[in-house]
């Protein structure tokens, strides 16, 4: 079975900075395109950046050039340093991966439960 695990949220005052960390596991034959999203109250789900398998990244035009997504393809892990936090970030952090299963070879988008980010002012 494959498992996301977030880490790193919490409170920071606008400014600041978090670097989310999260780490898939399991029966894990290959992991592609993976990616952060989040939520805030009221708010659908909304993709924040991904990175390839190569290494290539993207980015929600909120998060541009504050935020860098990264990957470490060893430990199967990926992370998002934030930056210059405003309040407007606050929200659930979800990590997002698909991810080839070792045994059912079938390629399969998974979801951690999400690390809360909280910014004041």
């Known amino acids: 079975q494959v498992q996301l695990m977030e880490s790193g949220g919490g409170l920071v005052q606008a400014g600041g900075s978090l670097r989310l960390s999260c780490a898939a596991s399991g029966s894990i034959a290959s992991v592609g395109v993976m990616a952060w999203y989040r939520q805030a109250p009221g708010k659908q789900r909304e993709l924040v950046a991904n990175?390839?398998?190569?290494?290539?990244?993207m980015y929600a035009d909120s998060v541009e050039g504050r935020f860098t997504i990264s990957r470490d393809n060893d430990r199967n892990t990926i992370f998002l340093q934030m930056n210059s936090l405003k309040p407007e970030d606050t929200a659930v952090y979800y990590c997002?991966?698909?991810?080839?299963?070792?045994?059912?070879?079938?390629?399969?988008?998974?979801w951690g439960q999400g690390t809360q980010v909280t910014v004041f002012s």
């Open positions: 990175i390839g398998g190569g290494g290539d990244t």
């Open positions: 997002n991966a698909a991810i080839r299963d070792r045994f059912t070879y079938r390629l399969l988008g998974h």
